[in-house]
């Protein structure tokens, strides 16, 4: 069975514990904190960047990233120095995806994460529980979508974008890059580059 590192020990890399059975060893997280380094958590042992070294043959999950940083996701997972064919692919055995879709690496699909014919998901994109992608539709990479969130077809994700859980957002409409969504949003016309809208419908903030 192929071997595992997840980076860095987070909310993501907890709930990516239950995506990984069947597919990966598990040797431990990595993660830049000293005060977690060389202690255990749910039994795995947590690293130092080091162990990327030490275990070369490890596959690897990035998974940084939350509402407050989502937007250095793309210069944190970078700064782990590692080739983009060392990134792991972890899908949920509860998650559909379609053959005509296309999914890139260093990407978590949760449980029951639904993803329908001719959708495009960049590399570094994580998608919480319950999240359903639409036909058509193309999600740029760094972008985290939240649990239970529908994104109706024909509709583009930006790179570096934040969905916030319980969110909708209308087919035929673009978020731009570096853009939050807030928790239960109804998004129901584009939303610019860097910007941040929430609200029934979404307004920016």
């Given at each position: ?39 255990k958590?749910?039994?795995?042992r ?123 957002v ?10 939050l ?17 929430a ?7």
């Open positions: 069975m192929k071997k595992l590192l997840i980076f860095p020990l987070n909310g993501n890399a907890i709930e990516a514990l239950s995506c990984i059975s069947g597919q990966y060893e598990l040797i431990g997280f990595v993660d830049d904190s000293e005060e977690k380094q060389n202690k958590f749910f039994g795995y947590v690293f130092g960047r080091d162990a990327l070294k030490k275990y070369h043959e490890a596959e690897v999950l990035a998974l940084p990233g939350n509402p407050l940083n989502y937007r250095q996701r793309k210069e944190i997972i970078g700064s782990l120095g590692i080739n983009k064919e060392r990134f792991a692919k972890v899908f949920h055995s509860s998650s559909v995806v379609s053959p005509l879709s296309e999914i890139g690496f260093n990407s978590l699909l949760m449980a029951g994460v639904v993803i329908t014919g001719n959708s495009v998901i960049g590399n570094h994109v994580c998608i919480l529980p319950g999240s359903v992608i639409h036909h058509d539709t193309r999600i740029g990479d760094y972008a985290l979508i939240g649990s239970n969130v529908t994104i109706s077809g024909c509709t583009v994700i930006g790179e570096n974008c934040y969905i916030g859980s319980g969110s909708n209308i087919n035929n409409i673009s978020i731009g890059d570096n853009t969504i807030g928790l239960g949003s109804n998004v129901i016309s584009s939303i610019k580059e860097n910007s941040k809208a609200g029934n419908p979404a307004k920016y903030l």
